[in-house]
């Protein structure tokens, strides 16, 4: 079984808030691949399912974005999972708007939902990078990350999210290369 986070704080005041793309991200996975419902478990809202052959655990911590980590780290615990069986979607500043990076371990570069999750089972899981874009000045970047989509981005928005949900087959079977290249295919139609 693997474990896929979505990164976002709860509350329907920061559903559209660009901090919340994962959460959106693992929404639009459980729907697309016909998940169990959503259910109140380690501390957030769980659903599981499979996508190709492979059984994955959604799970989007209740904790708010700073104390993810605990979330994350109880679900692993109960399945007896490894931080590698990890896979976390998070926003991500230093990318240009909607576009879609995988990597593995790494630093966290000041995400506090990223920093929580390494605390608590360290940094070898693998993280779904989702471009956000950059502000311009770091005095912008709580307002514009805290912030919500605005109504010219909905579209790109639902059709990047698409894409991920769509592929996420090629992230089931760990061929990550082979998921960036056909989120960016779909993108560029």
């Known amino acids: 079984?693997?474990?896929?986070?979505?990164?976002?704080?709860?509350?329907?005041?920061?559903?559209?808030?660009?901090?919340?793309?994962?959460?959106?991200?693992?929404?639009?996975?459980?729907?697309?691949?016909?998940?169990?419902?959503w259910k109140k478990q380690?501390?957030?809202?769980?659903?599981?399912?499979?996508?190709?052959?492979?059984?994955?655990?959604?799970?989007?911590?209740?904790?708010?974005?700073?104390?993810?980590?605990r979330s994350v780290g109880e679900?692993?615990?109960?399945?007896?999972?490894?931080?590698?069986?990890?896979?976390?979607?998070?926003?991500?500043?230093?990318?240009?708007?909607?576009?879609v990076k995988?990597?593995?371990?790494?630093?966290?570069?000041?995400?506090?939902?990223?920093r929580s999750t390494e605390a608590h089972i360290g940094n070898a899981f693998r993280r779904v990078r989702i471009g956000i874009g950059h502000p311009g000045h770091k005095d912008r970047?709580?307002?514009?990350?805290?912030g919500n989509y605005v109504k010219a981005e909905l579209d790109p928005l639902a059709g990047m999210l698409g894409a991920i949900a769509s592929e996420a087959d090629w992230l089931a079977s760990g061929d990550d290369a082979r998921f960036m290249s056909e989120i960016a295919l779909r993108l560029a139609d």
């Open 42 to 69: 380690f501390q957030g809202w769980s659903a599981t399912g499979r996508i190709g052959n492979v059984k994955v655990l959604l799970l989007k911590p209740a904790t708010f974005m700073n104390e993810s980590g």
């Open 75 to 99: 679900a692993m615990r109960f399945f007896k999972r490894e931080t590698g069986d990890v896979t976390v979607f998070h926003d991500e500043l230093d990318l240009a708007p909607f576009k």
């Open 1 to 37: 079984m693997q474990i896929w986070v979505g990164l976002g704080n709860p509350g329907a005041q920061y559903a559209m808030h660009r901090h919340n793309v994962g959460f959106m991200a693992v929404d639009t996975i459980a729907e697309v691949h016909r998940f169990d419902p």
């Open 141 to 146: 970047v709580t307002g514009y990350v805290l």
């Open 102 to 114: 995988v990597k593995t371990g790494g630093g966290t570069a000041g995400h506090n939902g990223l």
